[in-house]
């Protein structure tokens, strides 16, 4: 295995770390417009770096794997040896140039946004700090320093999301994001665990480094866990037949329950509409380019363990199948615009894990890169029409504003377009790939095309929902707001406009064959995931069937919810479907949240209210700390009773306390 030595890795995530590090302390004394501006060009730089990265490794010979940087060893412990190393191969390349290039786009924007905002030294520190752990994340070697970025993105967007933590309820949802990512993280370190037991158990030498787990990775597939339910009382009989499981299934379903927290899935999805909270530039760094779709590339960068285990497989593509349904139902019925977007990026995420469920790796990175583009263009452009309301967010109390916003207008088409999956834009080249593979691939099912297809047809419909009455038909805007909306500040409209491009453009990286393209993003990532041989032969035939339907549904759902709610008797109709209780159940958004508090936040609050006042409260506070002081107390009153200061009462006790003497020792002669 060839690899290029670099000297510069380590200044791709570190520029955004010292510079993040520098406002944090001294932003405070300088004006605030400059702590925004380090914060950019710190981002720029670490842009022009990550370039020179991917050219450098562009122009390596064939055989080269990937350039790496060893910074230090970490730590060494028995056989195993963990190194602090970068590596950037072809996937790497992708990730660090959509963290640093749509980054460096959201940072810009910032600074119109947070203009105003007197804490944005703040902001934009945490915002530096968060882009650094990411691009430590995916720039990793071995999974230990990937934990730690996954561990950082974590610590950062808790921050990021509770930004205005002075309101409760902002900073409520801040801690929700960091416990419930808290859960996936605990499966995550199990995960790894568990691998290197199977490592020693296969007799390799111990090893968290990526490369060196694909190359023994073979020796881990015949590796099985044995599992028992415990065995009878006093006779030593299992109570249920012990039987094994895969110990690969078993890994792999580990690291993918911590990506089910990172990257929203289904059960560990609940925190992301709540991300909300935070300022919007934190959601469209958080939902687009960043945090969330670190579950997603780590379930890439170990596909070589995944498709060792065909049950591990089914779970991905199912559990993403049914979380993009669920979370497109749930945003049809949504008020608030940043939360459409919210459940839109769920559904979205649902649709990469299926691709990588059915062994369509690079059809998962695929959508994550066009994904990045138009999710971030459509949070900053949901933030511009906020910033020109003056923090308005009800999609019911807007309309008419595509006079009022004509940049932040055509942009956000351009980004409901892409999304809806409608021709030539980047997010239909895409999708249609993802429903080919689903359909089509060995691990893919009718089942899964079927669910996949449906939430095309409901994203078309939420999207356009959300476009029809934010900037179409007749104006609902407060009359005391109306007279102020006006266009963003050009940081803002440069930014929309630069993602509409790249959302608009970003499809034809991967132009498909039955279209007389090179399938060159395919092309790319072929080294990375050479060895996965579940897809089957293309038919262009059967490509070219499903890309007319997926045509199909996406116009007709656009079509569709265009013409009702653009209809003169929308709001009749509106009126008699909120009173249905479907409408209601998922306006409650199915009352999951509800759920959750029920099965698991009560029952654990009262066990801990039980353990505060029965534990800590009787037996260490009352008996073990208080306990002590009160029996002396108790003592230091009897003997008071002793200590009346009459002498002739001390002389009486001494005598018959001698006379008692006396008569034991006569006794005991």
Not at 58 to 64: E, G, I, K, L, N
Not at 122 to 141: D, E, P, T
Not at 219 to 248: F, I, K, M, N
Request: net charge neutral; aromatic share 12%; charged share 10%.
């Amino acid at each position: 295995m060839n690899v290029f030595v670099s000297n510069d890795l380590w200044l791709i995530p570190l520029i955004p770390f010292v510079v993040g590090f520098a406002i944090g302390l001294f932003g405070r004394y300088v004006q605030q417009f400059w702590s925004g501006f380090a914060a950019c060009l710190a981002m720029l730089a670490s842009l022009v770096y990550s370039i020179k990265a991917v050219f450098l490794l562009a122009s390596t010979p064939a055989d080269v794997v990937h350039v790496k940087q060893h910074v230090w060893t970490w730590m060494t412990s028995g056989g195993l040896t963990i190194d602090f190393s970068l590596v950037v191969d072809q996937l790497t390349a992708v990730m660090i140039l959509i963290v640093t290039g749509v980054g460096f786009l959201i940072h810009y924007y910032s600074l119109g946004y947070m203009e105003h905002d007197h804490d944005s030294p703040r902001f934009f520190c945490q915002l530096n700090l968060f882009a650094g752990f990411m691009l430590l994340l995916v720039m990793a070697s071995n999974l230990l320093v990937m934990f730690v970025g996954w561990e950082g993105v974590g610590a950062c967007s808790y921050l990021l999301i509770g930004f205005y933590f002075k309101e409760s309820e902002k900073a409520a949802a801040g801690q929700k994001a960091f416990l419930v990512n808290r859960i996936g993280d605990v499966f995550f370190v199990l995960g790894v665990l568990l691998l290197l037991y199977g490592l020693a158990q296969a007799g390799l030498a111990p090893t968290l480094e990526f490369a060196q787990i694909k190359a023994g990775a073979g020796a881990l597939e015949d590796q099985r866990l044995a599992l028992s339910w415990g065995t009878a009382a006093g006779a030593g009989s299992p109570l249920v037949e012990p039987t094994s499981v895969g110990l690969v299934t078993m890994v792999c379903l580990l690291l993918f329950v911590g990506a089910t927290g990172k990257s929203a899935q289904i059960p560990l999805f609940v925190w992301l509409p709540d991300a909300m909270a935070g300022p919007t530039p934190v959601s469209a760094l958080i939902h687009a380019a960043t945090m969330v779709t670190a579950g997603v590339y780590m379930v890439c960068r170990l596909h070589f363990l995944f498709v060792m285990s065909p049950t591990a497989m089914a779970v991905i593509a199912w559990v993403g199948a049914l979380t993009a349904l669920m979370a497109g139902v749930i945003g049809l019925a949504q008020r608030d615009i940043k939360r459409v977007l919210a459940y839109s990026t769920i559904s979205q995420l649902g649709y990469m894990f299926l691709a990588a469920g059915v062994g369509a790796f690079a059809a998962a990175i695929f959508h994550l890169l066009t994904h990045a583009f138009f999710k971030a263009l459509l949070f900053l452009g949901a933030g511009s029409v906020i910033h020109g309301l003056k923090g308005e967010q009800d999609i019911f109390k807007m309309g008419g504003l595509r006079t009022k916003l004509p940049v932040t207008h055509l942009t956000f088409v351009v980004g409901a377009l892409a999304i809806a999956g409608v021709p030539p834009l980047a997010g239909f080249f895409s999708k249609d790939l993802i429903l080919y593979h689903a359909y089509s691939s060995r691990l893919g099912s009718p089942g899964l095309y079927l669910i996949a297809l449906i939430t095309a047809v409901l994203t078309a419909f939420y999207m356009f929902r959300m476009v029809t009455l934010v900037f179409w038909g007749e104006s609902r805007v407060d009359r005391a707001v109306k007279k102020h909306i006006h266009e963003s500040p050009p940081s803002m409209t440069i930014t929309l406009m630069f993602l509409a491009v790249l959302s608009a453009m970003a499809g034809f990286l991967n132009l498909p064959k039955i279209l007389k393209g090179s399938e060159w993003f395919d092309t790319v990532l072929h080294p990375v995931f050479a060895r996965v041989h579940v897809l089957g032969a293309p038919d262009h035939r059967l490509e070219g069937v499903l890309m007319l339907v997926s045509i199909l549904v996406a116009v007709i759902g656009v079509t569709m919810t265009t013409l009702f709610y653009l209809s003169p008797r929308k709001d009749e109709a509106l009126e008699e479907l909120e009173v249905t209780w479907v409408y209601r159940a998922i306006y409650r958004k199915f009352a999951i949240d509800e759920l959750y508090a029920l099965i698991v936040v009560c029952p654990l609050s009262a066990f801990s209210r039980f353990l505060k006042d029965a534990f800590d409260g009787a037996l260490i506070d009352r008996t073990l700390v208080n306990g002590p002081p009160r029996l002396l107390k108790i003592a230091g009153r009897f003997l008071s009773e002793f200590q009346s200061g009459d002498v002739q009462r001390y002389l009486l006790l001494l005598t018959l306390g001698m006379a008692a003497i006396v008569v034991y020792l006569i006794k005991t002669l």
